[in-house]
């Protein structure tokens, strides 16, 4: 079993929906989280970063991380065709150990 | 600007030719590390190097070495490539020993055929 686990997708919403993006993970150890966004041949390009249970909201988007429950979420409020790309979440235990979800596709349909 | 940069962006080898795939930073990170990316598999981790002067295998290390030239640069090469080494390669940076996120190249695109 991965120690992070994140749904594929892919994901198609009008523009405008509301998107809702999540990741489980297995150990508790994990303590900070971190949402990536990555375009078509591109690099991951750090979205949101959190550490703390609760939510975190940058504009449009908004980490919610629930340590009870080992589940991470990223909501997009009126979502655009510009953000449409995959989305990768992250965590660290300690230091210099990152673990990754396979990313979840998102298009956005005007 | 600041940021990660790989070279080359695109490659096509033959099977058993070799390649080295740069990467610089100009973050004044210590550590950085080399993934790969392929569908369904999402970021596996190559190798990585807290400082200078030192590398560690990641979960993938096979058929791939690495070289920590100095702070700001750190190259990955393939001795013999082979077709399951098709991939996209990924640099990243972070800053070491602390809990702050890493930061990506834009990647290399190599196809060995």
């Known amino acids: 079993q991965k120690e992070v686990e994140q749904d594929p997708g892919p994901l198609s919403v009008p523009e405008g929906a509301i998107v809702s993006l999540n990741c489980t993970y297995s150990?508790?150890?994990?303590?900070?989280f971190m949402w990536y966004r990555q375009y078509s041949r591109k690099g991951p390009e750090l979205l949101m970063y959190?550490?703390?249970?609760g939510n975190k909201e940058d504009g449009r988007f908004t980490a919610q991380v629930d340590k009870s429950s080992k589940y991470i979420s990223l909501f997009i409020r009126d979502s655009q065709p510009s953000d449409s790309a995959t989305y990768l979440c992250?965590?660290?235990?300690?230091?210099?150990?990152?673990?990754f979800g396979t990313g979840t596709s998102l298009t956005v349909i005007p | 600007n600041a940021g990660v940069t790989q070279t080359p962006k695109f490659q096509v080898l033959k099977t058993g030719q070799s390649m080295t795939l740069q990467c610089a930073q100009d973050?004044?990170?210590?550590?950085m590390y080399w993934y790969r990316q392929d569908p369904g598999m999402g970021l596996r981790l190559i190798y990585y190097?807290?400082?200078?002067?030192?590398?560690d295998k990641g979960e993938v290390p096979n058929g791939y070495n690495v070289s920590r030239l100095n702070k700001r640069e750190f190259s990955l090469r393939l001795e013999s490539a082979a077709p399951s080494q098709t991939s996209v390669y990924f640099c990243?940076?972070?800053?070491?020993?602390?809990?702050?996120?890493?930061?990506f190249g834009d990647g290399t695109r190599l196809s060995i055929l």
């Open positions: 990243a940076t972070h800053r070491t020993g602390t809990d702050q996120p890493q930061h």
């Open positions: 959190t550490y703390s249970s």
């Open positions: 190097s807290a400082s200078e002067g030192t590398t």
């Open positions: 973050m004044n990170h210590n550590s």
């Open positions: 150990n508790s150890a994990f303590q900070y």
């Open positions: 992250a965590m660290i235990k300690t230091g210099n150990q990152f673990y």
